[in-house]
């Protein structure tokens, strides 16, 4: 016997799943400058990804030390924007900061694979670079 999916069960079950995915996150720990190798080979994955998902994310980059981006607002992808720096923080905004911890939430939008794609290819290259996500 197939399940059939009616109109109203499927619109309860997309509105409760945005409000479980409002908070969804990915977590890292950036605790060293990237080397200038490292950084290279992350801004190409960069590159790769902007193409990738160009109906998807916008480049919100203001220099080469950064990586910023979003969902397309345009559409409602978007959620929090995505920042990712060559070099690690150094300064902390309270005492109790440990400032190599970062987090982005993408309330599990397209993007969030942009994100999470991103973070994994980091790891990869960088020992110390460590990721998590509310999955």
Not at 68 to 81: C, R, V, Y
Not at 91 to 103: G, P, V
Request: glycine share 2%; aromatic share 14%; hydrophobic share 35%.
């Amino acid at each position: 016997m197939r399940f059939a999916i009616t109109s109203k069960i499927w619109y309860n079950y997309t509105n409760l799943m945005k409000g479980i995915n409002m908070g969804y996150t990915n977590y890292w720990h950036q605790h060293n400058d990237f080397t200038d190798t490292e950084w290279s080979q992350i801004k190409q994955e960069y590159e790769y990804i902007k193409e990738a998902c160009e109906t998807i994310i916008v480049d919100q980059s203001e220099n080469e030390d950064e990586i910023i981006f979003n969902g397309m607002a345009i559409k409602g992808l978007d959620h929090e924007t995505f920042i990712l720096n060559k070099n690690a923080k150094t300064k902390k905004d309270y005492k109790e900061q440990d400032l190599s911890f970062n987090f982005c939430k993408t309330a599990m939008k397209p993007y969030d694979l942009a994100v999470w794609h991103l973070l994994c290819f980091v790891q990869r290259i960088c020992t110390d670079f460590a990721i998590s996500r509310d999955r």
